[in-house]
Every structure is written in C-alpha cells, then in structure tokens.
C-alpha cells in the first residue's frame, strides 16, 4: 500500500511538472509580442555589459604588456669577471617581486647601443670594456618596483640600479583607474539591465492579472499558479542570456578579424575563449536570475487577490 502511494505520488509530481512546463512554453508564444520584447530587453543590455567587460580586459592586458616591458637594469660591479657576474642570477631571482633575470654581456650591450643610432660608422672604433655586464630584470607588480630597486642595490656585487620609476607610477595609475571606471560601469549597467527587465516581465505578468485573478477564485494555490510564471520566466532569461552571448562572441570574432586585416600591429585584441567560460556563467547567472527573480517578484502582488 505505501509503496502503491508512493509510486503515485511520484506520477502525480512528474505530470505536474509537465504541466508546469506546457504552460509556461505555452504562455511565452501565447503572448509572444511581451515575450519577444523580454529576450530583446535582456540581450541587449548583456551586450552591452558584456561588450564593456571585453573592453576593461583588452585594456588591462595593454597595460600589463607595457607593464612587462618596464625592466629594471642592475649594473654589474666592473671588477667582476664575466662568470662571476653569471653567478649572481640565482641571487637575483630569490629577490621578492623579481620575476626574471636575464644577463647582458658587455658585447651585446655594446651592440644594442650602437644599434639605436643609424650612423653606425660613427661608433666604429667602441669598445666592449666601456660598458658593464648587466641585468634585466622583469618584476610580478610594477607597484612596487620602488622597493625592489631599493633590495637590488643591496646585493653584492650589483653597483647601479636603474628604473624608471615615473613611467611605473603612470602604469599602476592608468591600470587602477581603467579598473575602477570598468567596475563602476559595468555596475551600473547590471543594475540598470536588472530594473529594465524586471519590469518587462511585469509588464508581460500585469497583462494576466485577470487570468491570475480567475485562477485564484476557482481555488487553485499560490505554488499552482506561480510554478508556470516561473518556468516561463527561465525559460525568457536563459534565452535571452544565450542570444547575448552568441551575439557577443560573433560581434567580438567580426572585430578580432578586422583588427587582423588592417594589420596595423598596434592592437591584439585578447582570445574570446580566454573570457567566453566566465562570460557564459555570468550571463547565465543574470538570464536565471531576472527571468525567475522578476516573475516571482511580478506574481506576488497579484497573488493576493
């Protein structure tokens, strides 16, 4: 016997959730204009979200690149020979924030000199012994380059330490400030986006009030009626959430190949896949949460009829 009303009640749960779900796909063409105009509502403003998110993360990467390209040269005492000034790279690279380490001989730093000047018969007769063996050395956080020049001067056998530090300071400035105006930006949209289309679906639940009203007087509960609004709404935020995505990965691949054929070599936009796994779980989270959040917040003062 129990088991017989257990097996019932799992069919009677299994039909009215398919019920659920015939009612709620059934409501969306039902009243397809209000539906349409939710999933424009929500692509739309996860374009451009989206599109914004891309932006902070290609500049960020701009930034980190110069970033990369801000080394600190470490001069090697003169008197040291070649193989003992190999010798302190191991030193060099158990110095806090110190990334790399790439030794310069005094031949190839001769030659690097000479090689920025196009006249270079004028610095025929230079020889290697006028320069020093040196370092580049590459920092994790450009932030505080400062401190590591300070640590660099204090190991033996390294007698000058150059970096330049203004053009740090620039970097961590523009990279803090990119990052704060993206924050506040994308913010800003998420909780425009979250007004405009929770209200659509206010709109779309305010042109039922009767049919809800209707269903209330006959004596169906709260959870019967509430149940298809909300598969409904699911099923217009993933949709939407879905559409902005694909619309967003094709306008961003439709940029990247412009880039490449201008062939300008001033901008690398960043791989769609290197964002699309957080992208793609962000949108789903906001079409999951507007969709059913906005019909479940929509039903609740018509319930109360």
Known sequence: MTEWMGITTM??????????????????????????????????????????ILLAININEIVGDLENENIILAYVDENLSEADAKALR??????????????????????????RYEE??????????????????????????????????????????????????????VRNIVSG?????????????LFIMSNTIKLATFERREEIAIMKMVGATNSFIRWPFI??????????????FAALWALYRLATSSMVELETGLLNLVPFTNASLPLL?????????????????ALNRYLKV
């Open 11 to 52: 069919r009677l749960n299994r039909n009215r959730f398919g019920y659920y779900i015939k009612e709620g796909v059934t409501s969306i063409f039902t009243h397809s204009l209000m539906s349409f105009a939710s999933i424009c509502i929500i692509a739309a403003f996860l374009i451009i979200m989206g599109a914004f």
């Open 90 to 115: 191991p030193t060099l690279l158990r110095i806090p924030n110190v990334n790399n380490a790439v030794f310069i001989t005094r031949e190839e730093a001769m030659f690097s000199f000479i090689g």
């Open 120 to 173: 270079t018969e004028r610095y025929s007769d230079v020889e290697p012994d006028w320069f020093r063996h040196r370092y580049a050395v590459y920092v994790d956080d450009v932030a505080i380059i400062a401190e590591t020049q300070i640590t660099l001067r204090e190991v033996y056998g390294i007698r000058k330490v150059n970096a330049n530090l203004t053009i740090a300071k620039g970097l961590v400035s």
């Open 181 to 193: 105006v993206s924050i506040v930006i994308v913010t800003v949209l998420l909780a425009i986006s």
């Open 231 to 244: 598969y409904e709404g699911f099923i217009l935020g993933i949709t939407g959430s879905m559409s902005a």
């Open 281 to 297: 779980v962000l949108f789903a989270t906001i079409g999951f949460g507007v969709g059913v959040g906005g019909s479940s917040m």
